[in-house]
C-alpha cells in the first residue's frame, strides 16, 4: 500500500496542474516581437512614467509603464481585438476602442490587467460593465488578491493581481492619466 502512495501523490499532482491552467475560450496570446517587458520590470527604475499618453501612443507601450517598478509574475503583454478582447475583459467589443493587456504566463499566478482606451470618452460604462462580468475565479486554483478596475473618462484598468503589484500598477496608472481623478470599483465576482 506504501508503495501505491508516492505514484498516486505524483498522478493527482499533475491533474491538479493540469487543471489550474486559465480558462479562456479565444486563441492562445501571441508574444511580442520584441517587448521591453522583462528589462522593465527586472530593472525596477526610479524613473516615473510619462504624465499623459502621447497622441497615438500604442495601448501595449502604456501597459509597460503602468507596470513599470511593479512586482510581477512572468507576464505577457497582448493586444487585444474583436478576436480576443472578451477571452481577458469578459465584455464584447465595441467600436471606438483599443484594448491591450499584461497576462501572467503560469496558472500558478493570479495576474491579469485589461487596459482599454476610450476614443469616445465612454470609460466609466466600460469600467462598470467589467466590474459586474470579470470572473475573478478563472484561474481555478488561484485567485488574485485584489480584482478592482480603475477608470478616467478615457480609460478602463481592470487589475486582478496581488497587491503589492496592484498598489504600484495603481500609482503608475495615476501618474499616466495626470490630473485626472481617478476612480476605482471592485470586481464583484471576487467576493462570490
Known amino acids: 500500500m506504501k508503495k501505491l502512495l508516492l505514484p498516486t501523490a505524483c498522478l493527482l499532482l499533475s491533474f491538479s496542474l493540469v487543471a489550474c491552467q486559465p480558462q479562456t475560450n479565444g486563441p492562445t496570446p501571441e508574444k511580442p516581437g520584441t517587448s521591453s517587458e522583462a528589462s522593465s520590470s527586472e530593472s525596477a527604475s526610479s524613473e516615473a512614467p510619462s504624465p499623459k499618453p502621447q497622441n497615438g501612443e500604442k495601448l501595449a507601450d502604456l501597459i509597460g509603464k503602468i507596470v513599470e517598478g511593479a512586482e510581477l509574475p512572468p507576464a505577457d503583454v497582448l493586444d487585444f481585438d474583436a478576436k480576443n478582447f472578451e477571452d481577458y475583459s469578459f465584455i464584447p467589443w465595441r467600436d471606438g476602442i483599443e484594448a491591450a493587456g499584461s497576462e ?74 495626470g490630473d485626472e481623478a481617478v476612480q476605482e470599483l471592485d470586481i464583484k465576482s471576487l467576493a462570490k
Not at 470572473?135 to 478592482?148: F, H, L, S
Not at 477608470?151 to 498598489?167: I, P, Q, V
Request: net charge positive; hydrophobic share 40%; proline share 1%.
Open 104 to 177: 501572467g504566463s503560469t496558472s500558478s499566478a493570479a495576474h491579469s490587467l485589461v487596459l482599454v482606451r476610450s476614443k469616445e470618452g465612454k470609460a466609466e460604462d466600460l469600467a462598470k460593465e467589467m466590474a459586474d462580468k470579470v470572473d475573478a475565479q478563472k484561474w481555478i486554483c488561484v485567485q488574485p488578491e485584489v480584482a478592482k478596475v480603475l477608470y478616467t473618462k478615457d480609460y478602463a484598468l481592470m487589475a486582478m493581481t496581488f497587491e503589492k503589484t496592484y498598489e504600484k500598477v495603481k500609482e503608475n496608472f495615476q501618474k499616466m492619466v
